[in-house]
């Protein structure tokens, strides 16, 4: 009798380190698995890029279009096109809250503002303070700013300067 | 579960060992069920982080931004034109102020004593120190092998990409040759080195690459690198 229990913890036992690798190849795998997974995908970024490259190579953005050729310039502003009105004619979306933007245009110094412009203006002044703020939630906002060095083009003369956009995308 | 043989009444019989086998069935049940929990577990851990790991999609558009910038110094007035003097070359040509294209095309020589040379020179360090500090560097190759190349800036970031470029302008003269139109002392030695140039590895993150005529109709390239496309914010506040 005592043989048969000494052999029946001993077979226990035995199973033992099995069980362990058996655990241990879970949890690997799950790691690894849960390393390379995530179920919420950020598309900020990408949404930031799409509407800088919107703004500098639309042609019936603010960036200068030769008439004849219709050829666009990007990189080179044209300062009668930079406004609210042009902005919200180009990028244009049927419903308010979608990306909004403010452009500084700064001359070569870069300390003298020479324009500045908004896309979607309301919603960018409603969300700025929230979004600078860095508060969270779904009724605030991010805001990504970069800035570019430019042309800008005002009577028929082209001048250098730096273009700063601030993009607020609402969460 | 343990099988005696013994042996009754001239008889060999076989006797299971009933109470052993019963706790092996009970343990091997309760390994299976701890088995299936820490299953569980992993899978509410996984579900758990997972949710809170937040996947960006990549949004850099290759040498999108980079091209953007150089383009802008090329279609950019040139800096100190008052110091330098540079000669305008084509007077009857184009807008009154001078950019940094047309001192690009009007350097196509080995000479850099020149004064468009110097205004060249000038006006790239300028522009690029400003906007980069000292993370770039800038090349301008020359589809005629005459002229050396020049180069700007600060770093090696250009090297690696000189490599393949290299490769390709020796596949371009295999090519050219099996064709019989590479001959080295033949003419088409220019349209060669140019079409090598044109097929610069152009979508490299963080390189840039512009083709600009020379006066002679042979093409210069500028090629053009940094770590960062944009410039500091904090700079311009």
Not at chain 2, 43 to 66: C, P, Q, Y
């Amino acid at each position: 009798m005592l043989n048969n229990k000494r052999g029946g913890v001993g077979e226990i036992l035995e199973h033992f380190p099995k069980i362990l690798l058996t655990i241990a190849v879970m949890a690997g795998i799950f790691l690894l698995v849960g390393y390379y997974t995530s179920l919420t995908i950020n598309i900020k970024p990408v949404e930031v890029e799409v509407l800088f490259n919107r703004i500098m190579y639309s042609p019936n953005s603010i960036m200068y279009m030769d008439n004849v050729t219709g050829r666009v310039h990007p990189g080179i502003i044209n300062l009668d096109n930079f406004t609210d009105e042009t902005l919200d004619r180009a990028i244009n979306y049927s419903y308010e809250r979608h990306l909004a933007a403010k452009l500084d245009l700064y001359g070569s110094d870069r300390r003298k503002l020479v324009s500045t412009t908004y896309l979607n203006k309301v919603l960018y002044e409603r969300l700025e303070p929230l979004a600078v703020s860095g508060q969270k939630g779904a009724g605030s906002a991010d805001i990504k700013t970069r800035a570019n060095p430019v042309i800008y083009r005002k009577d028929g003369v082209n001048y250098p300067g730096f273009l700063k956009i601030s993009i607020i995308i609402p969460n | 579960m343990l099988m005696r043989m013994i042996r009754q009444n001239n008889s060999w019989i076989c006797k299971l060992s009933q109470k052993k086998g019963m706790f092996d069935t009970v343990v091997t049940i309760f390994s299976v069920l701890f088995l299936v929990f820490v299953f569980i577990v992993f899978v509410f851990l996984f579900k758990m982080s997972a949710k809170h790991r937040e996947g960006a999609i990549d949004s850099d558009f290759s040498s999108l931004n980079t091209e953007l910038m150089l383009k802008t110094y090329l279609k950019s007035p040139a800096y100190d034109l008052d110091r330098n003097n540079p000669k305008d070359l084509t007077p009857s040509v184009g807008e009154d102020r001078l950019t940094n294209a047309d001192l690009v095309s009007w350097t196509c020589s080995n000479n850099v004593k020149e004064p468009n040379y110097k205004a060249l020179k000038s006006s790239v360090n300028n522009f690029f120190d400003n906007v980069y500090s000292d993370d770039w560097e800038m090349w301008i190759l020359y589809s005629n092998q005459n002229i050396k190349r020049k180069s700007f800036g600060h770093g090696a970031g250009l090297d690696s990409i000189w490599t393949d470029i290299k490769k390709g302008i020796n596949r371009l003269y295999t090519a050219a040759g099996f064709a019989g139109i590479g001959n080295v002392a033949g003419g088409m030695q220019g349209a060669v080195s140019s079409l090598s140039l044109i097929s610069a590895p152009y979508r490299k993150n963080g390189f840039g690459s512009q083709l600009i005529p020379c006066q002679d109709g042979t093409l210069a390239a500028v090629m053009f690198y940094s770590h960062v496309a944009y410039v500091e914010v904090k700079l311009l506040k």
